[in-house]
Every structure is written in C-alpha cells, then in structure tokens.
C-alpha cells in the first residue's frame, strides 16, 4: 500500500513511519523539515506545509491512504489540526483516496466527561484549551466528509516498546485519561487502513 503520512518527524509520526515501512508498505513523508528524516528504503520524503493546499494535493497525488499524527502545542492557537485537515480531505477526494486515520484525543467532544477532574477541569480548560478544541473541530470536519475516516482518541502518550494489551472503546466505557505508547498508537491506526471495525467512528485508545 502507498501511505502519505502527516506529521512524520514526531513522536507517532516516526513509529508510523517506521511500522509501515517494516510493514513493506510504501511511505511518503510530508514535513516542513525533510532535513530531519534519514533517507530509507521505499520512503519518499516530500518537503511541505499542510497549510498550503496545493503542496498537500501534489503530496497525495497517487497514495492509496492517509495517516495523521498531526498536533498543536501548547500555547499555539492557529487551528493546526482543522487546517490541515481541510486540505487533506479535499485532496483526497479530488485523487480519489477513501480512507484517513487522524489522532485526536480521550477527552475531547463528548469524552471530556470521563477523564479525570485534573484534565477536564484544569488541563482542558488552560494549557491544552485550544489544542483539543483544534482536535475538536478536526474531528467534525472528518466527519462531514463522504471518506472512510477513522479517528483514534488518545490518552497519555508513552516512549517505549508497544505493550499490545490496548483497550479500544467508543461506549463510554474507558474512564480516566488512561495512557498508551506511541508504538501501540502507531500499530493500531495502521491496522485500520485495512479493518472496518471502527469505520467512521472514534474510538478510544488506552491500555
């Protein structure tokens, strides 16, 4: 499979990028900082902001499918998630690409209610405040599409070898923030370029 995966050069984005190609898929890596990415097999590095629609669409141009590790930063306010994501998709219809895999956020939209007080009422509503009602409003644009998205919400992001033993729920069942390696979050959102279990759906990820 040929995947074009956003936000390569962070955490997620690099065991994505990893994952896959050990995977034998074929990998485009779309950064603003190409410097970063050491030259691999069947990996092409593609210099770019996701901001710039033209850049996005030439980027998606004969992939097979999307991943997104996208994400802000405390303090930024620039709607990174939702800009990128308009772009994403629009490219993706227009070259006819079905299915999108985006990281977001346990607490974000109605979830916020089942993590803990600290997040909900202190982290959520200061430091990460605009960062998850970017995750927010990205997540409503993936949802107005026609395409196979699938969103996968996150807890507490780890280093480290993947686990495996994850917990996967959109029921409200998984209360507190929960947390969950990036290598377990990479293996997941790579098993949903081919499964339909949580297809247009937004399921939590925590161990």
Known sequence: MKIII???TGGTG???MAQALAAGHDVTAFTRNPQVI???AHLNVVAGDAFDAAAVERAIRGNDAVLSAL???PGRTNDICLRAIRNITAAMSKHGLRRIVAISTHGAAETRAHVGWIERNLLFKTLLRAEVAD???ME???AATDLEWVVVR???LLGGPPRGDLRVA???SIRGMGEIARADVAACMLAQLVQSTWLRRKPVVVY
């Open 154 to 156: 996150v807890g507490r």
């Open 170 to 172: 959109d029921d409200g």
């Open 140 to 142: 409503k644009a993936l």
């Open 135 to 137: 995750k927010e409003a």
């Open 71 to 73: 994400g802000g930063r």
């Open 6 to 8: 956003f936000g390569p």
């Open 38 to 40: 050491g030259a691999r």
């Open 14 to 16: 690099q065991e994505l």
